[in-house]
């Protein structure tokens, strides 16, 4: 080990559990970048990390790390509730801790609506966090129409937006690696693809599953739970 | 008239202990049947950002726990109180929890709202009228605010309040409320 390399732990959140996320992808690229500026690298998979029990071994890791990036989907407009349990229960293991450093923060957050914007409580959570731990929040990365990135990221309508976010993600790379003390602004990333073609197909989608599934077009809107109207 | 009450048994605090208290001495006294339900950290599995809910068992959570029994209390009742402590300016863990896992209760599509923003539609012709109550010592400016704008910045149909000791303030905001089903806004 590079005793000089700053550590970093990467902190993928997304409540999936085998299939691909969004959130694995950016922290595919991230991993990457990272490497080639030859960070210390140590990933969490936060829904193995809380199933499988080795939280400890997870939240030492992080307790010993220059800088801590949380990557997740926007869940009901902010944190998943299990992302808030690896938080909350990482603030009672590190409270008391004296060997705890000023790590730097970054989030990460992609949403599948097409608004960025709607990311902006999400990262304030994790600024918060942030002060809790005493912790220097730097900034976060906010994702619009993240639905889009893991189908379609090749295609050439997208080109644009992947240079921006890769940009974004060597922002946070030159950060860690940097220090730089001033403030930076969280960024916003927004896909170059009409919102209401975006709707269109998404809606679409949802019935084509459906069929895979045997439900017809009206079984979408069964209403399971609808005892009375008033 | 039912309602349900959500509330966290992993911070059942002094302050809990008196917001409950007050809470259900007054749906009490307005004749409301109260159900009440304490998650603790075990109670309810995490969402698994499967979509089952959506494509495979429109309306209903693939997973087997508790979760069923909340969203079918929550779809028949006039009113859904949660009393959520505040953790880093959002709700606990296991309120969250409940949070995610009452997406089957809406359709998957996406739609545009009059003012321009995105929301999900309603699988339901009407919801109970919602109020989040949250909770914590010492709450900063800060974090009140957060837990304010998460709340209520995009959403149409909930109420949210912060109790800081005040029995008073919260009284007199519950009794100016209309405690009866919302309609279909979400």
Same mark, same amino acid.
């Given at each position: 080990?590079?005793?000089?390399?700053?550590? %970093?732990?990467?902190?993928? #959140?997304?409540? *999936?559990?085998?299939?691909?996320?969004? =959130?694995?992808?950016?922290?595919?690229?991230?991993?990457? @970048?990272?490497?080639?500026?030859?960070?210390?690298?140590?990933?969490?998979?936060?829904? *193995?990390?809380?199933?499988?029990?080795?939280?400890?071994?997870?939240?030492?890791?992080? @307790?010993? !790390?220059?800088?801590? %990036?949380?990557?997740?989907?926007?869940?009901?407009?902010?944190?998943?509730?299990?992302?808030?349990?690896?938080?909350? &229960?990482?603030?009672?293991?590190?409270?008391?801790?004296?060997?705890?450093?000023?790590?730097?923060?970054?989030?990460?957050?992609?949403?599948?609506?097409?608004?960025?914007?709607?990311?902006?409580?999400?990262?304030?959570?994790?600024?918060?966090? #942030?002060?809790?731990?005493?912790?220097?929040?730097?900034?976060?990365?906010?994702?619009?129409?993240?639905?889009?990135?893991?189908? !379609?990221?090749?295609?050439?309508?997208? *080109? *644009?937006?992947?240079?921006?976010?890769?940009? =974004?993600?060597?922002?946070? %790379?030159?950060?860690?690696?940097?220090?730089?003390? &001033?403030?930076?602004?969280?960024? =916003?990333?927004?896909?170059?693809?009409?919102?209401?073609?975006?709707?269109?197909?998404?809606?679409?989608?949802?019935? #084509?599953?459906?069929?895979?599934?045997? @439900?017809?077009?009206?079984?979408?809107?069964?209403?399971?739970?609808?005892?009375?109207?008033? | 008239?039912?309602? $349900?009450?959500?509330?966290?048994?992993?911070?059942?605090?002094?302050?809990?202990?008196?917001?409950?208290?007050?809470?259900?001495?007054?749906?009490?006294?307005?004749?409301?049947?109260?159900?009440?339900?304490?998650?603790?950290?075990?109670?309810?599995?995490?969402?698994?950002?499967?979509?089952?809910?959506?494509?495979?068992?429109?309306?209903?959570?693939?997973?087997?726990?508790?979760?069923?029994?909340?969203?079918? /209390?929550?779809?028949?009742?006039?009113?859904?109180?949660?009393?959520?402590?505040?953790?880093?300016?959002?709700?606990?863990?296991?309120?969250?929890?409940?949070?995610?896992?009452? $997406?089957?209760?809406?359709?998957?599509?996406?739609?545009?709202?009059?003012?321009?923003?995105?929301?999900?539609?309603?699988?339901?012709?009407?919801?109970?009228?919602?109020?989040?109550?949250?909770? /914590?010592?010492?709450?900063?400016?800060?974090?009140?605010?957060?837990?304010?704008?998460?709340?209520?910045?995009?959403?149409?149909?909930?109420?949210?309040?912060?109790?800081? /000791?005040?029995?008073?303030?919260?009284?007199?905001?519950?009794?100016?409320?209309?405690?009866?089903?919302? /309609?279909?806004?979400?």
């Amino acid at each position: 080990m590079n005793q000089d390399a700053k550590q %970093v732990v990467l902190i993928k #959140s997304s409540p *999936k559990m085998t299939e691909e996320s969004t =959130s694995g992808l950016l922290t595919d690229k991230l991993e990457n @970048l990272m490497k080639t500026e030859r960070l210390e690298i140590y990933r969490i998979n936060v829904r *193995k990390s809380l199933i499988q029990g080795k939280t400890e071994a997870d939240f030492e890791a992080m @307790l010993k !790390a220059d800088a801590l %990036v949380f990557v997740f989907p926007l869940y009901v407009f902010c944190l998943p509730g299990m992302l808030m349990r690896f938080l909350q &229960d990482y603030y009672a293991f590190g409270l008391n801790r004296p060997d705890r450093k000023k790590t730097r923060v970054y989030a990460v957050v992609n949403c599948g609506f097409t608004e960025a914007g709607i990311n902006q409580e999400a990262v304030r959570v994790i600024k918060s966090f #942030s002060q809790k731990t005493n912790y220097d929040f730097r900034f976060g990365i906010m994702i619009g129409g993240g639905g889009l990135l893991l189908g !379609a990221q090749e295609a050439p309508f997208m *080109k *644009k937006t992947m240079t921006e976010l890769g940009n =974004s993600l060597k922002q946070i %790379v030159y950060d860690i690696k940097n220090c730089p003390d &001033d403030r930076v602004e969280n960024i =916003s990333i927004t896909m170059n693809f009409p919102r209401r073609l975006y709707h269109f197909m998404g809606n679409r989608g949802w019935f #084509s599953m459906a069929k895979k599934n045997g @439900l017809q077009k009206k079984d979408l809107y069964r209403k399971p739970y609808e005892r009375y109207t008033d | 008239m039912q309602a $349900i009450l959500i509330s966290d048994k992993e911070y059942q605090t002094e302050a809990y202990k008196r917001l409950n208290q007050l809470v259900t001495i007054f749906l009490t006294e307005k004749g409301m049947k109260l159900t009440e339900t304490q998650l603790d950290r075990n109670d309810l599995a995490f969402c698994k950002g499967c979509f089952g809910c959506w494509i495979k068992k429109p309306g209903e959570c693939v997973i087997s726990d508790a979760m069923a029994q909340i969203n079918h /209390g929550f779809i028949n009742s006039q009113l859904a109180i949660y009393l959520c402590p505040v953790i880093f300016g959002q709700f606990s863990s296991n309120i969250k929890n409940a949070l995610d896992r009452c $997406i089957p209760n809406i359709l998957p599509f996406f739609e545009t709202r009059p003012d321009g923003s995105t929301m999900h539609p309603a699988r339901y012709r009407s919801y109970p009228k919602q109020i989040i109550i949250g909770y /914590g010592d010492d709450l900063s400016e800060e974090d009140r605010n957060l837990f304010i704008d998460i709340t209520k910045k995009h959403r149409r149909n909930v109420e949210v309040l912060i109790y800081q /000791g005040n029995d008073a303030e919260i009284s007199q905001a519950l009794s100016q409320m209309e405690l009866k089903k919302a /309609g279909d806004e979400l």
